[in-house]
């Protein structure tokens, strides 16, 4: 009697191959979406009334304290970090030149990182929920590296915001 088993044929070792490169796959796009509800909780943002019948938007903080929320540029889809420290909306250059804008006249901004060039343009129209404002003052700067736009005063000023706890409702002001 023997009792040696025979070594797993090739087509065997191909299935569980196959079936192991699915489930990481799988657990790849799990956890990258985990990370997107994390960094970003308002990729979907709901409009509510107030008392006094106005539109709102209610934002909820990220696990790092910051407000970001996805919204558009001229149709585009893109991701907003709200920084009311930032004077106009500030879009990476290599963001820009995705969403085609021109550059204008260039200047030397301020940042945390330090100075950076940066160039004027003007956003057609920017979304925000269903705010939606058009000719919208910013600028391209060349020394952001990140993926997010900040989301500054030439757009906020128009609002009214109130931050309470770990939300952010942001509303049109009548």
């Known amino acids: 009697m023997n009792t040696e088993s025979s070594p797993p ?4 070792f191909s299935i569980a191959l196959i079936w192991f490169v699915l489930l990481l796959a799988g657990m790849g796009l799990i956890f990258n ?6 960094n970003n909780p308002n990729q979907k943002l709901e409009i509510s009334f107030n008392q006094n019948g106005g539109r709102e938007i209610v934002l909820e903080r990220n696990k ?5 929320a996805t919204g ?16 106009l909306v500030a879009i990476p250059e290599h963001i820009a030149d995705d969403l085609n804008l021109k550059k204008g006249q260039s200047f030397l901004s301020q940042t ?9 343009t003007t956003i057609s129209e920017l979304t925000l929920g269903d705010i939606v404002m058009t000719n919208v003052p910013a600028s391209i700067s060349s020394g952001m590296e990140f993926d997010e736009i900040l989301l500054g005063m030439s757009f906020l000023k128009h609002l009214h915001m109130v931050q309470q706890g770990k939300t952010l409702t942001i509303s049109v002001p009548k």
């Not at 044929?9 to 065997?12: A, I, M």
């Not at 979406?33 to 994390?38: E, F, N, R, S, W």
């Not at 558009?72 to 004077?87: E, H, K, M, R």
């Not at 945390?112 to 004027?120: L, P």
């Open 72 to 87: 558009q540029i001229n149709g585009q889809s893109v991701v907003f970090f709200l920084d009311t420290g930032a004077t």
């Open 33 to 38: 979406t985990m990370l997107d509800d994390i």
């Open 9 to 12: 044929s090739l087509n065997q």
């Open 112 to 120: 945390a990182n330090g100075k950076s060039k940066s160039y004027e």
């Open 64 to 68: 790092y304290g910051h407000y970001v």
